[in-house]
């Protein structure tokens, strides 16, 4: 971490993860005294309106050097799942935590950042799960995989539950072929949302993939149906999604 001139930390701080691909460490500041180090260190770190922001692009480490520092906010998004193929349904959004004062110690705490799972290869295998994201013991599930049309009567190749639910696959093949897979997979309680149900009938839509502020659309006449609606944060001094 690079000296210089920052603001005293307050005795309380706060700590941010909005995204599946990075994450936030925010920290309240008085605005009277001068210090040469702020209360914690890791990621990249930036002061924004008295509140210092540590954004991690990549797995790390948050350290946490001042004992006056004792609550913090966090805000965790794992990674997405991937998208069916073949008249497959939605990837699920990556599971969403948010704490409003999480009671932390001093010392270190290990940051995992989860990713977004490649789509499906194949119409008769699902996508994969996004992976999670992980704050010391706090674990944001990864978004569920969906699957595409041809998975037959086996279980293992439906659309994936996970942090929100991937949409289940539209049915364009024989009944027997399809069986089952419109439907979508159901979601970590406090996390996100279950994903849409496919159609069985032509044009066979397939369901969106659930979000974190609902569920996917379910697919119809007019196609497949729309991914479920995402939650919006200020936590970098702009609205992000």
Known sequence: MSSGRFIRPARRCYFL?????????????????VAEQLPA????????DGFAIHTFLEDGVFTVLDTSLTAIEVLMVAGGGGG?????????AGGVLHYNNLQVSQGSHAVV?????????DHSNPASSGSDSQFSTLVAKG????TGQKAGYDYSRYSKSGGSGAGGSGCGASTFLCISTNTPGSAVQGQGHAGGTGQRSSPWGAGGGGGAGGEGK??????????GVGLSFNISGSLKF
């Not at 599946?20 to 008085?30: G, K, N, R, V």
């Not at 379910?218 to 991914?227: C, H, I, T």
């Open 218 to 227: 379910s697919g119809d006449a007019a196609g497949g149906g729309d991914g």
């Open 143 to 146: 978004g569920g995989g969906a």
């Open 17 to 33: 993860w909005p995204f599946a691909t990075f994450l936030w460490i925010l920290c309240a500041l008085s605005v009277s005294v």
């Open 41 to 48: 260190e890791g990621g990249n770190i930036a002061i924004i």
């Open 113 to 121: 950042v989860g990713s977004g799972g490649p789509g499906a290869t």
């Open 84 to 92: 069916g193929m073949s008249v497959g349904g939605g990837g699920g």
